[in-house]
């Protein structure tokens, strides 16, 4: 039988976790803000059909954030548990922006509670409006400072580490790492644009089944829009931490293309398969472009793999999961354009059943797109769990019974996964959106 080894158990169970997290956390970040777009639509508008999309959106979110929070809550709890020595480090230093995140879901969940029960009891729904607006700032800046501690893991600041003594502790200095602003713009565009597909996809599949009230047009068009916009965002976010990730983390983007030698005017590979030479095979090659990425200049010089030592290299696997995820990102902004090629051309359908499928088929792709991505952020940062100064080994526990809190947390996550999904097919099944538009529309003739 293989030896048991606590680390190995404790990077399978803080994965499981993150990754189911991330789903729900990814539509925490994104859907209030769809909300709120839809319910200015509507009042900006006067129409109704919006400010039910931001109705009926918002029940299905609160469902969301309910498995969230006990998610979220099984990462904190997690991260004492089976990486005790990376907390008393890092606990130190990075504790500010996770007591402020604390702040952040509370002003969050306030202020949900207050707009989910406030619906049409204001004279004028501008101020229901406004109630949203901290639900967005609340849910952004959590995943902010969630994300800051990220930052943290794989650009240490703000402190000195000596013996295994922490000292000159530098708060301020640790949130606002080199890796914070590219890592927290890149999770917010990309959580703004996958709840923008995820809604997109919903839209999309029900005008593909039938439906074709005009509400449901509405819905695909705002969605539509706001991930062009923000397709657009994260490509420009992306270039930004190519950039980032040449000047401290070259290693990481070495490995993502496969990069072996130091040279200049570099070319980016994408797919392919690698030798044991380190040659690679049926891989396409852009000449200069990863130069580009890496420092804006097609001349420039590109450190290589073969310039550190074996043991302090990532998995050379995670050049598959960066091409996954800047592959799905580039076909999700070329959907977008689509649609709205056909939206402004004379003869254009924004309907053709092969679009819709294509939206409907984006819609997981997008969510695949956030796993990649942080997949390759965790694994890409490998060997160490905070770079440069502990190894993952270092930081996990010595527990012998990790594999237990495995095995429940696996049975955990099934079980919410699975009632989550039947808990929204059933509110939604049972009041179809045709039922609440037929009751705007008696509404609306009874008024006139």
């Excluded at 609340?138 to 240490?156: E, L, Q, V």
């Excluded at 402190?159 to 000292?167: A, M, R, V």
């Excluded at 050379?316 to 091409?323: G, T």
């Excluded at 097919?425 to 529309?441: G, I, M, Q, S, V």
Aim: with cysteine; net charge positive; proline share 5%.
């Amino acid at each position: 039988m293989p030896q048991y080894d606590p680390a190995v158990y404790s990077r399978i169970l803080t994965s499981l976790t993150l990754g189911f997290h991330i789903i729900f956390a990814t539509i925490g970040v994104g859907v209030p803000l769809m909300i709120a777009l839809a319910e200015w639509m509507g009042i900006k508008r006067n129409d109704p059909h919006y400010t039910l999309l931001a109705r009926r959106w918002a029940r299905g979110f609160v469902i969301t954030v309910a498995v969230g929070v006990v998610t979220g809550t099984s990462i904190g709890i997690q991260l004492s548990l089976l990486w005790p020595s990376f907390m008393r480090i890092a606990g130190q230093a990075i504790a500010l922006p996770l007591f402020m995140e604390t702040f952040a879901f509370f002003v969050e969940a306030i202020f949900l509670g207050i707009y989910l029960y406030t619906w049409d009891r204001f004279k004028k729904p501008i101020y229901h409006f406004w109630l949203s607006i901290p639900i967005i700032l609340g849910s952004s800046g959590s995943a902010m400072f969630i994300t800051m501690m990220n930052s943290f893991m794989n650009a240490p600041a703000g402190f000195t580490l000596e013996d295994g003594k922490i000292t000159n502790i530098q708060p301020i200095l640790a949130m606002l790492n080199p890796a914070t602003p590219t890592k927290v713009s890149h999770v917010l565009f990309s959580a703004y644009l996958t709840c923008a597909f995820i809604l997109a996809g919903i839209a999309a599949y029900s005008i593909l089944k039938g439906r074709k009230h005009v509400y449901y047009k509405k819905a695909l068009k705002l969605t539509m829009t706001t991930g062009l916009i923000f397709a657009i965002g994260t490509a420009v976010v992306g270039d930004l931490s190519g950039k980032y990730l040449a000047e401290y983390q070259p290693e990481k983007l070495a490995a993502a293309e496969w990069h072996f030698e130091t040279i200049e005017k570099a070319p980016l590979i994408l797919g392919g398969i690698l030798t044991e030479d380190n040659e690679v095979k049926f891989g396409l090659q852009i000449p200069y472009a990863l130069s580009i990425l890496a420092h804006g200049t097609p001349n420039a010089v590109v450190k290589g793999l073969n310039e550190y030592k074996a043991e302090d290299l990532p998995p050379l696997y995670i050049h598959y999961l960066f091409d996954a995820m800047v592959a799905i990102g580039m076909f999700l902004m070329l959907l977008t354009l689509l649609y709205f090629i056909l939206r402004k051309w004379r003869k254009g359908n924004p309907h053709h059943r092969l679009l819709l499928w294509a939206i409907v088929i984006a819609a997981p792709l997008s969510v695949f797109a956030i796993e990649f991505g942080w997949v390759f952020s965790e694994v890409g940062r490998q060997p160490w769990i905070l770079r440069g100064f502990m190894r993952t080994n270092e930081g996990a526990t010595t527990s012998e019974h990790v594999d237990i809190m495995l095995y429940l947390f696996l049975l955990l996550y099934l079980v919410l996964g699975i009632a989550v999904s039947r808990v929204l097919r059933t509110l939604f099944r049972n009041n179809p959106a045709e039922a609440e538009l037929l009751a705007l529309e008696d509404s609306g003739a009874d008024k006139r």
